[in-house]
């Protein structure tokens, strides 16, 4: 799928690159997103909201929201839209852009910190491997914020995951890690078109 320059009004904007299956300038301001949107209550923007920040290309202040990283993905405001605009997908290009140009706020940086560890061990190992997933995310969050305190936090639940069978000691790799790794250079391949 190839992406495109969405416009912006300002040639100092940040560019935030859209699929081109999206078309934010359909977007009638209806609000159906934001009142589906499972976690809208604690957006400091809604996602309509952001919907009209990205049609007028003021994406600055969106890229800034701490609601596009509250936002988990869940397709709702895509598949209620009755103008088919995928909300979803503008949420993650959203992020993609704010990441890029450095713009995540220092409280969501975790979040960041999680999603590039996990990407990272996927890519490594063709499936989860828990140890090492907790083990990149806690030192990387350990570096930007410096709080000893994080390295241990949550470890009291190590128990209990054990028990559960859901902390693997020795790394498991997936049979085929060719084609993870064609997945990746495909994904890399069309957000850098
Ligand atoms: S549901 Fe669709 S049309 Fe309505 S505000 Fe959200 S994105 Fe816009
Ligand atoms: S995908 Fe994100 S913005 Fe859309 S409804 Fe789900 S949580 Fe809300």
Not at 147 to 155: E, G, N, S, T
Request: proline share 5%.
């Amino acid at each position: 799928m190839e992406n495109t320059a969405l416009a912006q009004e300002k040639s100092e904007s940040p560019r935030v690159l859209l699929p081109d299956h999206i078309d934010p300038a359909k977007c009638y301001q209806c609000g159906k997103c934001t009142a589906g949107c499972p976690v809208s209550m604690r957006m400091d923007i809604t996602p309509s909201q952001l919907m009209r920040f990205v049609q007028l290309g003021q994406v600055k202040a969106a890229l800034h929201s701490l609601a596009i990283w509250e936002c988990v993905s869940c397709q709702t405001c895509s598949a209620r839209c009755p103008k088919e605009v995928d909300c979803a997908g503008v949420m993650d290009a959203l992020r993609a852009a704010s990441v890029t140009n450095e713009t995540v706020a220092a409280s969501q940086q975790p979040i960041v910190s999680f999603q590039k560890a996990f990407l990272a061990n996927i890519r490594r190992n063709g499936r989860l491997n828990e140890i090492e997933l907790i083990a990149q995310f806690k030192t990387d969050v350990f570096f930007r914020i410096g709080r000893p305190a994080f390295l241990f936090k949550d470890a009291g639940l190590a128990p209990q995951l054990s028990k559960r069978k859901k902390l693997h000691l020795v790394s498991e790799k997936a049979r085929d890690l060719g084609i993870v790794k064609r997945i990746f250079v495909r994904c890399s391949d069309q957000t850098e078109k």
